[in-house]
């Protein structure tokens, strides 16, 4: 017997290899950490709206992975810069100038942002957040303080750091003992807050619409109070734009739909501005650029040529193609045709733009013992052909994509509709 098929009886002994006898679930089941709860499907394909399963099976998708496909799935403008570029250069780090990370920081701060400061690019959301928390740190730094307050039901993402920030227990779980430098506030209370600040507070981080939380929007006198209050006792307003950024809520600035006019110090991006590449980036006024300066941080991926021009062709077909005015006119249309069911399963819905929750009342519906009523459902929309999101026990969320039709969206309520009724209580 050769040494090579000895090894391979062994192996084949000790564990099931993978071939085609085993389907990729079982295959994730097997060499994939299970860290995530995931709905029975495996999506191979999609275009614009639609995604179609391993079987074929198509469906419509309005979750845009979480809010990240903000152009639907595989839209030309982001597959044809993604091709030019993969075959021009994808990367050579930050030890060198970047032509198309400098295109699309301009374009952020010119176009999005509208007020000056610079762009530092990273390769997603949570790493966006850890950077505004260690430009927080150094902005405290003379002063003593270091301390950010953030507020219940946020979420900012898994690293050590993010995870911090973000105020729920569920995920700080098991990790002790986590950093110490964060207070967590109940959201838009300005009484609580002015009661949370102690010498040591640095900075406000918060989400214009908490969106993992359960789709909280803020009140636009809380952050307006907020930003008042960081003026006056000089900390930093730091938005996480993460999920509601780009377009998301009807405007390029989440904090736009709900308080415009807004000059934040610092504001963290990923999802949507990637059209499903992955980056992330954050901002900070140029008054306080040069705190970040050359060592202070750093990404090796982060900002690269194929990311960046990825980004950009998103960026730009949301701008040229006025897809704020679409998502501001599919929101009416989705509050307009839920309002006019009067349904007894929805209690309302939340949030602005096309980042919204239908929030459900549990006591009507016939929820199997044990499921969580939200995950329940949305296993039930996957088995109609509809792709959502929960967030949190009592939301199902919509996340369309920001080009999406009136007849994508009227199909979509129609199946929540049936969903709902066949689930209602006898
Ligand atoms: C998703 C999300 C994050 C984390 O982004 P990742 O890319 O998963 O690290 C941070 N903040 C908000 C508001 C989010 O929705």
């Known amino acids: 017997m050769s040494r090579s098929s000895h090894f391979h009886l ?21 060499f994939v950490l299970q860290a995530y709860g995931r709905f029975d499907l495996t999506v191979t394909r999609g275009e614009g709206t639609r995604v179609w399963d391993e079987r074929g099976r198509e469906y419509l998708d309005f979750c845009s992975g979480i809010a990240t496909c903000s152009l639907g799935h595989c839209h030309p403008a982001l597959t044809q810069a993604i091709a030019e570029q993969s075959t021009t250069l994808m990367h050579c780090s930050n030890l060198y100038y970047i032509e198309q990370q400098a295109n699309l920081a301009e374009l952020i701060v010119e176009k999005v942002v509208r007020h000056p400061g610079k762009i530092f690019f990273s390769n997603s959301g949570a790493e966006a957040n850890d950077g505004l928390i260690k430009f927080a740190r150094r902005f405290g730094q003379a002063s003593g303080r270091y301390d950010v307050i953030t507020f219940n039901k946020s979420f900012h993402g898994r690293t050590i750091g993010a995870m911090t920030a973000t105020a729920q227990a569920k995920i700080h779980e098991g990790f002790d003992p986590l950093p110490t430098g964060f207070t967590y506030v109940e959201p838009n209370d300005l009484d609580a807050v002015q009661a949370a600040l102690t010498d040591k507070t640095i900075a406000f981080l918060l989400e214009p619409i908490q969106g993992e939380g359960g789709v909280n929007p803020m009140t636009k006198e809380f952050l307006e109070g907020l930003a008042a209050l960081a003026q006056e006792k000089e900390l930093l307003f730091l938005l996480d734009e993460v999920q509601c950024g780009f377009g998301r809520t009807g405007d390029l600035n989440g904090y736009d739909t709900i308080a415009p006019g807004l000059v934040p110090d610092g504001i963290s991006w990923a999802k949507g501005m990637g059209g499903g590449f992955p980056i992330g980036s954050f901002y900070v006024a140029e008054k306080h650029a040069h705190l970040l300066g050359p060592g202070s941080h750093g990404s090796t991926y982060g900002g690269n040529a194929l990311a960046c021009a990825a980004s ?12 704020t005015a679409n998502v501001k006119a599919r929101e009416a249309q989705i509050r307009k045709t839920i309002e006019s069911w009067n349904h007894p399963a929805i209690t309302e819905v939340r949030g602005h733009g096309l980042l919204l929750g239908i929030a459900l009342n549990f006591d009507t519906l016939d929820i199997p013992e044990g499921s969580m009523p939200s995950i329940h459902l949305c296993t039930a929309l996957i088995e109609k052909g509809l792709l959502v999101p929960p967030a949190g026990p009592e939301i199902v969320r919509l996340l369309p994509p920001l080009n999406v039709s009136v007849d994508d969206i009227d199909q979509a309520l129609q199946l929540i509709k049936e969903t709902l009724d066949a689930h209602l209580k006898s």
């Not at 950009?312 to 897809?323: P, S």
């Open 10 to 30: 062994r192996r084949k002994r000790s564990i099931v290899l993978p071939n085609k006898t085993m389907t990729s679930t079982e295959e994730a089941k097997q």
């Open 312 to 323: 950009k062709a998103v960026i730009e077909t949301i701008i040229a193609e006025n897809l």
